[in-house]
């Protein structure tokens, strides 16, 4: 059975969906009725969060996921294949590296590893899940990306949103350019490839200190994840609207 039968479920994955937005992301899908995949790189960590979804009553099922790690992205792509293909891919997982991040203190290693996660990490996802998503009926494209790695609004704004960054920031700007390049490459083929941002929201990547709850991050994500065919493609956005790059 294939995800272009009208009496089978959409399948969705979502990366690093253990925890923080991630978790709410996955949740909101299979709340909107997907069959969600819950990629996580920690075998505890997947099946503690996997039992608290199908818990509060949600179809998912836990797919063994390290961005970094090509064998791993292969094993769930297999796994994919096998649970009857994919419809929407969340790339959520992502790092900040560590602060401080001053440019004149980062080391080379430590930009090299946030650049594998939040980049590299997505590539490696993508295009071992495209044969997939190719196949569906109205595959979309999500990635987690944040304002922080908007150019325009980190020089237009005195106050700009988040720390001085050369690892993290800087990986959600290359994100945002490759989630155009995508979209570019994509056009016509019915997959929507489109970036947004969560807002500043209470995770374990900022010690809790975001303003909102994951849930309201995951809010727009949920959207992207559910445009219409004929929807936008490469546009990066967050709850008030379409965002600058
Ligand atoms: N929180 C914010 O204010 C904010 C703002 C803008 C954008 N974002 C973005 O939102 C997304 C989710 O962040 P969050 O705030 O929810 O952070 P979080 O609670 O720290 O969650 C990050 C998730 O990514 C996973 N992950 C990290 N490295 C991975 C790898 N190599 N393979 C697979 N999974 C991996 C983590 O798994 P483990 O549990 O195994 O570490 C965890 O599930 C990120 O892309 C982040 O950049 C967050």
Request: include cysteine.
């Amino acid at each position: 059975m294939t995800e272009n039968t009208t009496d089978h479920k959409q399948t969705a994955l979502v990366t690093g969906a253990n925890k923080g937005i991630g978790y709410e992301i996955a949740a909101g899908l299979a709340r909107r009725g997907f069959r969600v995949g819950v990629g996580a790189r920690d075998a505890g960590r997947r099946e503690d969060a996997v039992a608290k979804l199908r818990a509060d009553g949600h179809d998912v099922f836990g797919v063994p996921l390290d961005v970094t790690d090509d064998a791993s992205v292969a094993a769930a792509a297999a796994q994919l294949e096998a649970e009857g293909g994919l419809a929407v891919l969340v790339n959520n997982a992502a790092i900040t590296g560590g602060m401080p991040q001053e440019p004149s203190q980062v080391s080379a290693d430590q930009v090299l590893r946030v650049v594998d996660t939040n980049v590299i990490g997505v590539l490696r996802v993508t295009n071992a899940l495209l044969p997939l998503l190719r196949r569906a009926a109205s595959p979309r494209i999500v990635n987690v990306s944040s304002t922080v790695g908007s150019l325009t609004l980190q020089t237009a704004q005195a106050d700009a949103v988040g720390p001085i960054s050369a690892a993290y920031s800087p990986t959600k700007s290359y994100l945002n350019a490759i989630t155009i390049q995508y979209a570019k490459e994509l056009a016509g083929t019915g997959i929507l490839v489109n970036a947004g941002c969560p807002g500043f929201v209470a995770t374990d990547l900022n010690g809790h200190r975001g303003t909102r709850t994951p849930e309201q991050g995951a809010a727009v994500f949920l959207e992207l994840a559910t445009l219409p065919d004929g929807g936008p493609s490469g546009t990066f956005r967050d709850d008030a609207g379409i965002q600058p790059w």
